[in-house]
């Protein structure tokens, strides 16, 4: 009898592979069970790597197993660094402890590891000692488990209780404030915690010498593809309050932040507007012509867009990819109609 959670995978799986799947689990103990691998369940399994990626991105769904990541280095390939989360990645270069090289880790480096949560609901089985010297195999990568996962749904995937809390709090802003009784909520907090939920992001409100700005995203991991190609290291958001469409300068102000900004903390070339109602009509013509001329591009999300997402349970990196395309394409068709986006 298998593992009961395992069950939860049959849209994926046969019986016979949920059994496979079972026993393998049930084969590891020791170091084993924290170092499992796309490569090594693909391998002892004979099944496609890509099978194998989907399988374990299930099981971490299902609460079965974690994720860790593994940082090897590219010259020598030894096992530099475990870390738990993506933000606690070296963010320069930096001299290898084992071969002494200058080393810069990309996603390729990045080993991603598995751990069973409760290995004890398994049988004891065979001890693995130690994680062999070889250099991260490209579906082990964090770059390979991206590109057969898909990047948005990595890096974007809030648990049902976070988003009750996302609907809580644009409740508390959008509902309950009406009756101007004050709950300390506010637009640039849902902001920043909405944000804060992709994996990549870390996010606060800071203060420059000369500015407020309502959220800062640092994005941790440099991925040169997808949304964080067009995002870069750093953006800044701007909340808008006012209950009524805006006027007409509703960019100029984080367009300037923007500018000021720039010799500070290395090239922004991206920010968000994010207001309570709607942005004027002009807003995407407008965008689209500082885009061709300065190559920063400027989206807007407003309230409404935000309570759709929040009640699909969408997708923040696909919605703001979606933007991106509207503004830099000056697309008058809707993409979500064309269906190219979920979102
Ligand atoms: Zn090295």
Redesign the pocket.
Same mark, same amino acid.
């Given at each position: 009898m298998y593992y009961s959670h395992l069950s939860q995978l049959k849209t994926m799986l046969k019986e016979p592979q949920i059994q496979q799947l079972n026993d393998y689990f049930a084969g590891l103990i020791g170091g084993a069970t924290e170092n499992i691998t796309v490569s090594k369940i693909s391998e002892a399994l004979n099944w496609e790597p890509s099978l194998a990626s989907k399988v374990l991105a299930g099981c971490k769904r299902l609460g079965i197993v974690s994720e860790t990541y593994g940082i090897r +280095?590219p010259? +020598?390939s030894?096992l530099i660094q475990r870390i738990e989360t993506l933000d606690q990645l070296p963010q320069s270069s930096f001299e =290898?402890y084992? =071969?002494g090289?200058e080393?810069t880790i990309t996603t390729q480096d990045i080993e991603v590891l598995f751990s069973l949560i409760n290995p004890m609901v398994f049988l004891s089985g065979q001890q693995e000692n130690e994680i062999l010297k070889t250099p991260v195999a490209q579906e082990n990568s964090l770059d390979g488990f991206l590109k057969l996962n898909g990047i948005n749904e990595y890096f974007f995937c809030p648990t049902e209780d976070e988003y009750e809390e996302l609907d809580k709090m644009y409740t508390r802003i959008f509902v309950t404030q009406k009756t101007k009784k004050d709950t300390g909520d506010t637009l640039e907090k849902l902001v920043i915690y909405m944000f804060g939920l992709c994996r990549a992001f870390r996010t606060n409100g800071i203060k420059t010498t000369t500015n407020q700005i309502d959220c800062y995203v640092r994005n941790s991991l440099f991925i040169p593809y997808g949304v964080f190609n067009t995002i870069g290291r750093r953006f800044v958001i701007e909340c808008k309050n006012e209950n009524k469409v805006p006027k007409g300068d509703y960019m100029s102000k984080l367009h300037s932040i923007i500018h000021l900004m720039g010799s500070d903390y290395g090239t922004i070339k991206f920010g968000i507007i994010v207001s309570k109602v709607r942005g004027p009509s002009t807003f995407r013509a407008l965008a689209n012509k500082v885009f061709l001329k300065e190559k920063l591009i400027i989206i807007s999300i407003n309230g409404k867009e935000i309570k759709n997402l929040i009640d699909c349970r969408g997708n923040l990196l696909e919605m703001i990819e979606r933007k991106i395309d509207e503004v830099t394409m000056d697309a008058t068709t809707d993409l979500v109609e064309a269906g190219l986006y979920n979102t």
């Open positions: +280095c010259e +020598c030894t =290898c084992a =071969c090289e080393i």
